[in-house]
């Protein structure tokens, strides 16, 4: 029931972009696309809602594929601030549990 | 509003003991999760309320924890009889689903618990 995430971990130069992939098994009602520092809390990036609809803010954006239960986090030109694991979590329902994947180490270069 | 705030931030203890954890959420904040952070994954779902109601316990959860949400505002979560495995950092998040669907979580800083 945990959702997958792909790449597990990925190492970039400061201006390049990345995909961050998320898939379940299960129809999902939500995705959530968060972000966590070293030593920090996850900090909410983004939820995409059943209906397929993609949602960006700066240079980070994100869609969600209904049929095929996918969601892909986009990071374009990316920033040292970038640094730091994502992750998606899933909602099967609006009473459900949030059931977070495993997370995507992201490394950004100078 | 100075957001989720979660007490004590770290506690050392021996195993066996008992450990309480307390999150305090954004006041107006309807549902409150718990969840388990080890080192390179992902937060492990322990429960959650609505309000002052449990709604949901993870089968991850043994008897000794328990979890409590008093009047709908703090919550604490309660460990008997620490063992080494419980060793983890406890996150909690409130959300206030009055928003709708697009009520985002918002964590705490974490309780980061070494049994020894």
């Known amino acids: 029931q945990q959702p997958v995430q792909s790449p597990q971990a990925v190492i970039l130069r400061e201006g390049e972009d990345a995909v961050i992939n998320c898939s379940s098994s299960k129809a999902l009602y939500s995705v959530h696309w968060y972000r966590q520092k070293h030593g920090e809390a996850p900090v909410f990036l983004m939820i995409?809602?059943?209906g397929g609809e993609q949602k960006g803010h700066d240079k980070i954006s994100a869609s969600f594929n209904e049929k095929k239960q996918q969601s892909s986090l986009y990071l374009t030109a990316s920033q040292l601030s970038y640094s730091g694991t994502y992750f998606c979590?899933?909602?099967?329902?609006?009473?459900?549990?949030?059931?977070w994947g495993a997370g995507t180490k992201l490394i950004i270069k100078p | 509003d100075t957001g989720v705030s979660q007490d004590p931030r770290h506690k050392i203890t021996k195993r066996g003991q008992n450990v309480t954890f307390r999150c305090d959420p954004i006041?107006?904040?309807?549902?409150l999760y718990w969840y388990r952070q080890t080192l390179g994954q992902g937060p492990e779902f322990l429960t959650y309320?609505?309000?002052?109601?449990?709604?949901?316990k993870s089968r991850l959860l043994s008897d000794r924890f328990s979890a409590e949400r008093p009047k709908g505002s703090f919550s604490t979560l309660e460990i008997q009889r620490t063992e080494q495995g419980d060793s983890a950092m406890y996150l909690c998040?409130?959300?206030?689903?009055?928003?709708?669907?697009?009520?985002?979580?918002?964590f705490g800083e974490g309780s980061r618990l070494t049994v020894l």
């Open positions: 006041s107006e904040h309807n549902r």
């Open positions: 995409l809602l059943k």
């Open positions: 979590g899933t909602e099967l329902g609006s009473n459900y549990q949030l059931i």
């Open positions: 998040a409130s959300r206030d689903l009055e928003l709708g669907d697009t009520g985002e979580l918002f």
């Open positions: 309320f609505q309000n002052e109601a449990q709604l949901e």
